[in-house]
């Protein structure tokens, strides 16, 4: 059974289909989760913190995508599996992923492009006279802290492909895996802003892409110091 906080996220995703965030009224929100208005308030301090929270939490759902989608590599026939191959399974999972996820959900296409809309909810952090949220309820002070811009999600998305993949590798190996990872992501985020008629050209392109031998170049960025903070 969802939380309070968690029905009522749902219940404003389910409304912002229908309107324009602008448009959302928290006395309707609150209504559809079955919440009382003071409650929704005591949660998220505001409308904006509502926003906040929101898009933070489909940020975490996409990253939780990505982690899925790390964690299904394929074995070979003998059930044996290709590290090489598995590699590239889950590398292209990830950008079917993230294709997928942006073409479903209008606030994961914003985090990936950085393209807001008046429809949709501001990411902004809160103003605070301090660094960090007053808010008394964690998940709140995180949210209240501000999305990840694009650059910043795509890194997420590499440090988790190297902590997922990189385990027990050579350091010129991992420095691969960040190669192709990139190369992953900047495709996929091609496809999120022109999609393709179909997916599976996507799928064979980013194969083929994946299949040739490494070109790390030298403004390739390396893991984020917070990789493991996140």
């Known amino acids: 059974m969802p939380t309070a906080r968690e029905a009522l996220l749902d219940a404003a995703f389910t409304a912002l289909a229908g309107r324009p965030w602008p448009g959302v009224r928290m006395v309707d929100v609150a209504a559809a989760a079955r919440v009382s208005r003071q409650s929704l308030y005591n949660e998220f301090g505001s409308k904006d913190g509502f926003a906040r929270a929101l898009v933070r939490r489909e940020a975490d759902g996409y990253l939780a995508g990505v982690e899925r989608a790390l964690a299904g590599g394929t074995a070979g026939a003998t059930g044996t599996a290709d590290p090489a191959a598995g590699v590239q399974d889950r ?28 429809k949709l909810p501001a990411p902004h952090p809160a103003r605070t006279f301090r660094t960090v949220s007053v808010c008394p309820v964690p998940a709140q002070r995180r949210a209240d802290a501000g999305s990840p811009g694009p650059a910043e999600l795509a890194a997420a998305v590499r440090d988790r492909a190297l902590a997922a993949l990189g385990r027990g590798r050579t350091k010129e190996e991992v420095a691969d895996i960040a190669y192709r990872c990139e190369l992953t992501v900047r495709l996929a985020l091609s496809y999120v ?38």
Do not use: H, M
């Open 193 to 230: 802003v022109a999609p393709a008629a179909s997916g599976e050209d996507f799928a064979r392109l980013l194969r083929t892409a994946l299949s040739g031998p490494s070109l790390k170049g030298p403004g390739l960025s390396g893991p984020s110091p917070r990789a493991g903070a996140r």
């Open 91 to 118: 590398l292209v999972a990830v950008a079917e992923w993230t294709v997928a996820a942006a073409r479903a959900n209008p606030l994961v296409r914003a985090l990936l492009t950085g393209c807001w809309g008046e």
